[in-house]
């Protein structure tokens, strides 16, 4: 998954769509934690390229990682090549360069 880290719209069960771009919903942050903690049962790892500064969404990427026991990487657009690279499976963090 490549993300700037905001979850921002999810599907219903109806087909409609529920979206909200301001701020982190709640609602749709939960949907999200809750899909990655399935996603990890059936033993379907997710790693994730943030490409945001955001703290606030940093940390939903963290938790939503760690949900899933996937693997994260974190960079912003400038200096792709330094990023820093979070792996919840094996409990480990590193700089790459």
Do not use: W
């Not at 903690?37 to 390229?49: A, E, G, H, M």
């Not at 912003?76 to 990023?83: A, F, V």
């Amino acid at each position: 998954m490549i993300t700037d880290g905001k979850p921002s719209c999810l599907k219903m069960p109806d087909g409609t769509y529920y979206k909200n771009s301001v701020g982190l919903d709640d609602h749709i942050v939960e949907k999200c934690y809750n899909m990655a903690r399935q996603s990890r049962k059936l033993k379907i790892p997710i790693t994730t390229f943030m490409i945001a500064q955001d703290p606030y969404l940093q940390q939903f990427i963290r938790t939503f990682t760690e949900a899933n026991q996937g693997k994260a990487f974190f960079t912003g657009l400038k200096g792709l090549g330094e990023m820093i690279f979070e792996d919840y499976e094996t409990n480990r963090k590193k700089r790459l360069e």
